[in-house]
């Protein structure tokens, strides 16, 4: 039926070459990626042309739990001191060369719940007992010809702000 199921504990292996799927995959437990060296995982779609998420991820909590919808974790365990440039996050807005499109952001926060109050849109945390974070937050221009317009932009359309920036302890 052109159908492949693995049920068991049995390890499958290609050898050296490619699986190729063209269907949906169903996991019905974790699934465990570990890689080696300079392995990675790739996922791409140089042909979106519908409206879709790439990848998404959904979680519904139903019990008093603590959980991350994603959660990265990177750690520097160079053993001299780091001359790379490391991110645990890197959103970039390709340069697309011809096309005059551009995306609308780098990245949304949205609060969507009607009637609770969220604490916090975005918590930046220094969470050591030594060291230092040295920029918490940091808007940089870094080409001479680029223009920032706003570094930070506050904007009331439906609401009131009560307070637009608040430097309290």
Do not use: K, M
Not at 8 to 30: K, M, P, Q
Not at 83 to 100: E, K, P
Not at 123 to 130: A, L
């Amino acid at each position: 039926d052109g159908n492949f199921s693995q049920t068991d504990a049995t390890t499958f292996s290609t050898g050296t070459g490619a699986i190729t799927l063209n269907g949906a995959v169903t996991a019905n437990t974790d699934v465990d990626l570990v890689f080696a060296g300079s392995e990675n995982l790739t996922v791409g779609n140089t042909t979106l042309s519908v409206a879709s998420d790439t990848v998404a991820v959904s979680h519904t909590l139903t019990g008093d739990v603590s959980a991350d919808g994603l959660s990265i974790t990177i750690t520097d365990n160079n053993a001299s001191a780091s001359t790379g440039t490391n991110y645990a996050l890197n959103v970039v807005n390709a340069d697309n060369s011809t096309n005059t499109s551009v995306i609308d952001a780098l990245a949304l926060f949205s609060n969507d719940q009607a009637t609770e109050t969220l604490a916090d849109g975005v918590i930046i945390r220094h969470n050591v007992g030594s060291g230092t974070l040295t920029d918490a937050l940091q808007i940089e221009n870094t080409t001479a010809g680029g223009t920032i317009t706003n570094s930070i932009n506050i904007v009331e359309t439906a609401v009131t702000i009560t307070t637009g920036i608040n430097l309290g302890a």
